[in-house]
Nanobody, 118 residues
Framework: QVQLVESGGGLVQPGGSLRLSCAAS????????LGWYRQAPGKQRDLVAT???????NYADSVRGRFTISRDNSKNTVSLQMSSLKPEDTAVYYC????????????WGKGTLVTVSS
């Protein structure tokens, strides 16, 4: 099993920045791609960004150019630097890890709330 713990959420004004972090523990040798998803109230959980073990990244169109995902394999962490935040970025952000071999196996953190409001 892999445990994921997010940190860094909070309240930020529109146009501001925030950095989310996620630490993996447990059977980290099973971790493949890492990513961030978000779920706004009353909406489905959507992909924000993913990063492979080799560092290849993928972003949702809505955040491309504003968010940057990164990972440190030596520390088993993944981060999401968010800039130029908008009210529509308000959501619970979840850290995700895919099993290195069985890609259909997902691990999830409990989520951290990001609120963008003046």
């Amino acid at each position: 099993q892999v445990q994921l713990v997010e940190s860094g959420g909070g309240l930020v004004q529109p146009g501001g920045s925030l950095r989310l972090s996620c630490a993996a523990s447990g059977s980290v040798f099973n971790v493949g791609a890492l990513g961030w998803y978000r779920q706004a109230p009353g909406k489905q959980r959507d992909l924000v960004a993913t990063i492979s073990r080799g560092g290849s990244t993928n972003y949702a169109d809505s955040v491309r150019g504003r968010f940057t995902i990164s990972r440190d394999n030596s520390k088993n962490t993944v981060s999401l630097q968010m800039s130029s935040l908008k009210p529509e970025d308000t959501a619970v952000y979840y850290c995700n890890a895919k099993h290195r071999v069985v890609a259909s196996v997902d691990y999830w953190g409990k989520g951290t709330l990001v609120t963008v409001s003046s």
